[in-house]
């Protein structure tokens, strides 16, 4: 399975909303679809998992949605941290894969 | 709170053998409902999942297809802490190297070290 991120840059300003689009090359069979976010010099941290469901800490800016093939990344009122690479993520078969990234920036 | 604590060499030259460990704390790296992961990233292939070892009743492992003829990924348990060993290591291997932990509960990996920039040149 190819996941394929859109855009490839998204640039806004503060205060703004954020669509990230995440599309798998074959319908996924499970919801095992996480969104990460990775800003410079660190490690990605996991946000969304299960498609939809905010991690640990993850304020409700985020959201998480989507089934089938087609996933989305929902970001209401960015605020500066959230200028970052975001990535979305499958698990199946014994293996993960990665999306290329969106990156996120300020406008 | 799980931290994972990643160490290792900087810089390799061509054709030698990589070894990175991951030293786990606030869990066990036998634990019955965790994997434990190696993940790289690099401009050229973004984000890649490398392999993982995982115990479930007897030791297992997996491997990304890309690296499977040069990788190995093994448990320590009288340390607590896992290691990747790639063989015959090329500028392509380039990349900083992650190690993550898979719970089955959120089906992803939660928990990342903190990176090791590993470049090869000669």
């Known amino acids: 399975i190819v996941l394929t991120q859109s855009p490839g840059t998204l640039s806004l300003s503060p205060g703004e909303g954020a669509t990230l689009s995440c599309r798998a090359s074959?319908?996924?069979?499970?919801?095992?679809l996480a969104w990460y976010q990775q800003r410079p010099g660190q490690a990605p941290r996991l946000l969304i998992y299960r498609a939809s469901i905010r991690a640990t800490g993850i304020p409700d800016r985020f959201r998480g949605s989507g089934s089938g093939a087609d996933f989305t990344l929902t970001i209401s009122r960015l605020e500066p941290e959230d200028f970052a690479v975001y990535y979305c993520?499958?698990?199946?078969?014994?293996?993960?894969?990665f999306g290329q990234g969106t990156i996120l920036e300020i406008k | 709170q799980v931290q994972l604590q990643q160490s290792g060499p900087g810089l390799m030259k061509p054709s030698q053998t990589l070894l990175l460990t991951c030293a786990i704390s606030g869990d066990s790296v036998s634990g019955n409902s965790v994997a434990w992961n190696w993940i790289r990233r690099s401009p050229s292939r973004g984000l890649e999942w490398l392999g993982r070892t995982y115990y479930r009743s007897k030791w297992y492992d997996n491997y990304a297809m890309s690296v499977k003829s040069r990788v190995s990924i093994s448990p320590d348990t009288s340390k607590n802490q896992f290691s990747l060993q790639l063989n015959s290591v090329t500028p392509e291997d380039t990349a900083v190297y992650y190690c993550?932990?898979?719970?089955?509960?959120?089906?992803?990996?939660?928990?990342w070290g903190q990176g090791i920039l590993v470049t090869v040149s000669s």
């Open positions: 993550a932990r898979y719970w089955d509960t959120v089906a992803t990996l939660d928990y």
């Open positions: 993520q499958h698990y199946d078969h014994s293996r993960h894969t």
């Open positions: 074959q319908t996924l069979t499970t919801d095992f």
